[in-house]
């Protein structure tokens, strides 16, 4: 028989807006529930050194979310590993329906469910998928080594994922479509320095190609976007970091989105459409993107739902 559990707060998501939610909320007396979601401590959990996360030059991704998850325990959270698979918000209180069968019944939601990459959508690309082709550096970087790799994207996450890989591959080259990152300086400063990394511009993957038996990559095929030309490169990994979309499964039909899926709140707010849901972090973020913008928003979130419940009482 399925269990059901009530909470003031329920919060779903554990990246640093959820955590940081957890800890508002603790502090509010709320006793909120997290549910963590398949990636427990979100997407910086797939990424090694962090260094704008203030109060610590450098701190591993990982470990920064270890962090946040014992300071929001500590504080008072009930952290539950569980996926919310569909949420209730026509009527009081919501109801949010589980993996695990656990019904989770709350007067506020906070929504931080954060995002996940963004994959081309090639018919090659979903084939070699974890046969060759991967979208994290740091979870499959070491089955490379003194390998050529292929990294496709021009932001952070590319040029970050390319001078990681440099650790184990004997060449990395990064297919951008244009001749621009818009990675950060810093970044961009290191990629230049690395000797390992050879740029390929304006150029877009268009096949992954490979071996049946034992499936594997071989090389890719990339067009040229000025000139068609079409070239071939030899390599064993393709990463592909070409963005992130919002995580809006649960509401995509019921709150409203905008740039590509992003929860819409009010102005200088975390309020969704429905009184008493909030949404926090890069599901509602098509802009800033980061950990401590996300943490920032948890804060709000946090903050704006104790004001909702007291106002209620
Ligand atoms: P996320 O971290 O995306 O976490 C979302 C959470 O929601 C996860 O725990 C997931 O399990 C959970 N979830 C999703 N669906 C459900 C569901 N149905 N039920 C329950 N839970 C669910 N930012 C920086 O500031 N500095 C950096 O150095 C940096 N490096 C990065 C490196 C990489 C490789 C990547 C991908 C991103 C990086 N970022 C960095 C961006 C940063 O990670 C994000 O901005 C931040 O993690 C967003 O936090 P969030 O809490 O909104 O969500
Ligand atoms: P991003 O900034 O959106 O960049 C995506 C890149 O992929 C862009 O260069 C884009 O090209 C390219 N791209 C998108 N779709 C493509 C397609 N279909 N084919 C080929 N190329 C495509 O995404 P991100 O790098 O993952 O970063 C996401 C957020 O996380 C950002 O806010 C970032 O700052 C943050 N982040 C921060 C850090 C850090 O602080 N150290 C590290 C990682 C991520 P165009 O440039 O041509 O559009």
Not at 101 to 123: H, M, N, P, Q, S
Not at 281 to 293: F, N, P, S
Request: hydrophobic residues 40%; glycine residues 10%; contains cysteine.
């Amino acid at each position: 028989m399925s269990e059901t559990r009530h909470t003031k707060v329920l919060i779903i998501g554990s990246g640093p807006a959820g955590y940081t939610a957890g800890v508002y909320a603790s502090r509010a007396m709320l006793s909120p529930i997290l549910v963590q979601g398949m990636e427990p401590g979100g997407q910086l959990t797939t990424t090694t050194e962090v260094e704008n996360w203030p109060g610590h030059s450098e701190i591993q991704g990982p470990d920064l979310m270890v962090n946040m998850e014992t300071h929001a325990r500590d504080m008072g959270t009930e952290i539950i590993s569980d996926l919310i698979t569909s949420l209730d918000m026509s009527k009081r209180p919501f109801t949010a329906q589980s993996d695990s069968g656990t019904v989770y019944t709350a007067d506020a939601v906070i929504l931080a469910t954060g995002a996940r990459a963004k994959w081309l959508g090639l018919e090659s690309e979903e084939k070699f998928k974890g046969f060759g082709v991967s979208a994290c550096a740091t979870c499959d970087g070491f089955f490379y080594r003194n390998e050529e790799i292929v990294v496709i994207g021009g932001g952070n996450t590319a040029v970050e994922e390319a001078l990681f890989l440099t650790n184990f591959a004997s060449k990395v080259t990064l297919i951008h479509r244009r001749d621009e990152l818009r990675a950060e300086k810093i970044l961009i400063d290191r990629l230049e320095k690395n000797s390992k990394i050879e740029p390929l511009w304006f150029n877009e993957l268009v096949e992954v190609v490979g071996d049946e038996n034992p499936l594997g990559v071989t090389g890719v095929k990339t067009k040229n976007t000025q000139t068609g030309e079409i070239t071939e490169i030899p390599c064993k990994g393709v990463f592909v970091a070409i963005g992130h979309a919002p995580a809006n499964e649960l509401v995509k039909d019921t709150l409203e989105t905008h740039m590509g899926g992003y929860v819409v709140t009010k102005p200088d707010s975390t309020e969704t459409s429905v009184p008493g849901i909030f949404a926090a972090g890069d599901l509602t973020d098509h802009k800033y993107r980061q950990a401590v913008t996300s943490a920032g928003m948890g804060c709000m979130a946090a903050l704006e739902a104790e004001r909702f419940l007291a106002g209620e009482e």
